[in-house]
């Protein structure tokens, strides 16, 4: 079963930028379609951009323009590069095998906090 180990949030002020990178385990990691979730407090665990294997890529709106989803297969590595962060972006972050309903899905890593605060 793949694994994830999710790095890179932080404290940041309205404005700022954060990468966010997650490491899979296992030898099938350039074949899944990725993507980065993220929870706020008090609310559902939402999408927010997936990639396929071959570099395709797809957003919410409210991130269009803002974050960038990217992978290195090689590494087994899915980055998320956030510019312009808002508060509204506050939130536990996840990577996972891409899926419509993350509410479905029975394995998470433990995420990485992103707190976007002046």
């Known amino acids: 079963q793949v694994r994830f180990v999710e790095s890179g949030g932080g404290l940041v002020q309205p404005g700022g930028s954060l990468r966010l990178s997650c490491v899979a385990s296992?030898?099938?990691?350039?074949?899944?379609?990725m993507a980065w979730y993220r929870q706020a407090p008090g609310k559902q665990r939402e999408l927010v951009a997936h990639?396929?294997?071959?570099?395709?890529?797809n957003y919410i709106d409210s991130v269009k323009g803002r974050f960038t989803i990217s992978r290195d297969n090689p590494k087994n590595t899915v980055y998320l590069q956030m510019n312009l962060l808002e508060p509204e972006d506050t939130a536990a972050y996840y990577c996972?095998?891409?899926?419509?309903?993350?509410?479905?899905?029975?394995?998470w890593g433990q995420g990485t906090q992103v707190t976007v605060s002046s």
């Open positions: 996972n095998l891409y899926t419509v309903n993350p509410q479905a899905i029975g394995y």
């Open positions: 990639i396929t294997r071959g570099g395709n890529t």
């Open positions: 296992g030898s099938i990691f350039s074949i899944l379609v």
